[in-house]
């Protein structure tokens, strides 16, 4: 089935320093979503991107929408434990009836 | 309050059981889902129901059969359970493309 490339598949990062990953597909998108899972929990979303090179924050999280609509990235900003999870990249496409094409996540350790 | 609840959190069965999972929304959102977790945390769809009707079947086996009783509620029967059905199954609804609110999985351990 069609699957977006996401990476790096995990980072090992020291309090305090940013952080960035990304995600890209052959495929074109209309839709762009980043999403937190904590351990025993289920994925929690962190921002929305509708439109092509779209910009949005989210406090320390910045995502954007690529140009092409085939790629999105995420960067997080001097970074805190609380950070740690596995972060997905999710795309949606036009008349797909609300189905999600996730990424394959980055699992995000940060040392105090 | 809960948004979107499962139960149960933990189910462990032998093969050839069969079980349900349940989920329930109080967010009046229109369409719930069903995704399935494996072991190497990849996510993917696996029914959707809008309004109590399917609106994707991505090619699951028909052991498993998702039932909507009413649109805040979505389960999920399994039949004949195999070792390749362990996995985290998570529940999800939404009204806006995207939005969507996950429950906090069900692990499903087939021995």
Not at chain 1, 1 to 29: A, H, K, R, W, Y
Request: hydrophobic share 35%; charged share 20%; proline share 4%.
């Amino acid at each position: 089935g069609q699957q977006l490339n996401q990476s790096p598949q995990s980072m090992f990062i020291q309090e305090g320093e940013d952080v960035s990953m990304n995600c890209t597909s052959s495929s074109i998108f209309n839709t762009w979503l980043w999403y937190k899972q904590d351990p025993g929990e289920g994925p929690v979303l962190l921002i929305a991107l509708y439109k092509a090179g779209e910009l949005t924050s989210n406090g320390r999280l910045t995502a954007q929408f690529g140009i092409t609509r085939k790629d999105s990235f995420l960067n997080i900003s001097a970074s805190i434990p609380s950070d740690v999870g596995i972060y997905f990249c999710a795309g949606h496409q036009v008349n797909q009836g609300g189905k999600l094409i996730f990424g394959q996540g980055t699992e995000l350790s940060v040392k105090p | 309050d809960t948004a979107v609840s499962q139960t149960p959190k933990y189910l462990v069965t032998q093969m050839g059981n069969d079980k349900s999972i349940k989920c329930e929304q109080n967010l009046g959102h229109d369409t719930m889902y069903w995704y399935k977790q494996d072991s190497k945390k990849f996510l993917k769809i696996m029914f959707s129901y809008n309004n109590k009707e399917l609106i994707i079947n991505e090619t699951v086996p028909n052991r498993f059969s998702p039932k909507s009783p009413d649109k805040a509620h979505l389960n999920l029967h399994i039949n004949s359970l195999e070792l390749g059905d362990s996995a985290v199954y998570f529940c999800a609804s939404s009204q806006v493309i995207g939005w969507k609110h996950f429950g906090d999985g069900t692990r499903l351990t087939v021995t």
